[in-house]
């Protein structure tokens, strides 16, 4: 899980710099979750989910995590004053509960 976990920081960093134009293209689309970022993202986390032996609804289990790499999520913590250390934290407990066994 440590590809997944460093996956999440990556995007937490990336939401952090480019977070406007990212949730512009969350905002953009009819279905956010049909997006071609949100299908992209879901596809990598679904696909380290698979890799590490979690095939079984993967794809819902993707949409999981996904939900704290949302841009608009990201955004609104980062501006109440969470820090990103904050956040990448949650996101690597976040991880090792999902994958718990």
Same mark, same amino acid.
């Given at each position: 899980?440590?590809?997944? !976990? &460093?996956?999440?920081? /990556?995007?937490?960093?990336?939401?952090?710099?480019? *977070? $406007?134009?990212?949730?512009?293209? +969350?905002?953009?689309?009819? $279905? =956010?979750? *049909?997006?071609?970022?949100?299908?992209?993202?879901?596809? !990598?986390?679904?696909?380290?989910?698979? +890799?590490?032996?979690? #095939? +079984?609804? #993967?794809?819902?289990? /993707? /949409? !999981?995590?996904? #939900?704290?790499?949302? =841009?608009?999520?990201?955004?609104?913590?980062?501006?109440? *004053?969470?820090? &990103? &250390?904050?956040? &990448?934290?949650?996101?690597? +407990?976040?991880?090792?509960?999902?994958? /718990?066994?």
């Amino acid at each position: 899980m440590h590809r997944l !976990t &460093e996956y999440g920081k /990556a995007r937490m960093h990336l939401i952090s710099r480019h *977070g $406007d134009l990212l949730l512009g293209a +969350e905002q953009a689309a009819r $279905d =956010p979750y *049909g997006s071609p970022p949100w299908r992209v993202s879901t596809t !990598t986390v679904r696909a380290m989910l698979v +890799e590490a032996g979690y #095939a +079984e609804n #993967a794809g819902v289990w /993707a /949409a !999981t995590p996904m #939900a704290t790499l949302s =841009p608009g999520w990201v955004l609104h913590q980062l501006d109440s *004053g969470v820090s &990103e &250390e904050t956040l &990448e934290a949650v996101w690597v +407990e976040h991880v090792e509960l999902l994958t /718990a066994r």
